[in-house]
């Protein structure tokens, strides 16, 4: 089974680009053709709301951005393109392809982003998780990092913020939650392991998350090992949609853990609907939680609803001893946070050449599969 949404990554620009452009208003046509004959662009007229041409790559930037420029924005989500890198009409697949001329210019400046996930330039790094009562290390949460052309670290959020205005969280957070387990692997981490998933790359879970959960058994770790953490629970605005996903890690011997709960009340109601294993207390209500009685009363009833109902709770952000002190008297169950440990690559200087090259062994057929 194959899910192309998550596992393969169009490209939509080539030596020689094929662009099709449907408008919606004979305005735009306007603006297009226009546009082609001052950047002396070869362009046809296949209908009144259609015109086709050909752009070589030298000129795409300047193609792209110029219709950025030129378009209003109403006018780029409703103007659809493909492209194709042959002449004639554009094939079945390439029609398939079609996507607004808003996600279209996305792209295009996601190019970056699409060479660092073909060429691997991504791991994930770890930050502890401890146990409020001895402070032992309870488990580590898993975050995706990646970096540009120029090796530099690109902050998460925005990365994802790209791969979400481009169409392409499928793809990049069906590749964390891969490095995630690779990287643990590698770095032979021997603790429980919180892996973030954004419910909303998601369309069918028996699909989409069979990759990840292959990732996991081929690697050999135990899935009551793995925890996995639905992060933007705020905009899960599909109830029943999460339910299916979560029931789909629960067959499979998962656990399940609910991010950043606390900023807004609709948190309390995921928690008696959802019935995570873990509820991970935002940040925000974390910091100086211990001289701020606003934030003592949510985290408060946060801990008792999670306490009555069998849910364990993790402080994240907790950066001060102060900051633990409050939560570790409020009962919280683990604490995460800078206090603890920043988040950081595993060494993985006790991983031989042989272990090394099974785990490339174990992956590389993954990896073959979503290219
Ligand atoms: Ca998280």
Redesign the pocket.
Known sequence: MYCADCESIDDYFFDTTHFWIFVPTLETFSKVAGLCGSMDINAAQQSDYCISCVVERPAIQKFIMSMNGALESKEKENTKVTTACHDGAPSIDDMGRIVTLEILVNRYQAKWLIDSIEKERYETWFQPIINARDESVFAH?GLFRVRDSDESIVPPALAFKLAEKSDLLFSLDLVARRSAVECAARGKLNSKL?I?FNPSSIYDPSYCLRATAAAISEIGLSPSDIVF?V?ETHRADDLNHLKGILAFYRNAGFQIAL??IGSGWSGLNLLQSLRPDFV?IDMELVRGVHNDAYKQNIVNSLIQIANRSGIEVIAEGVETEDEASWLKNAKADYLQGYLYGRPAPLSTQTLSAEEAQQIDQKMNPLKAAAK
Request: hydrophobic fraction near 10%; glycine fraction near 0%; charged fraction near 60%.
């Open positions: 949460e919180f973030n953490e992060t991010d950043d991970k």
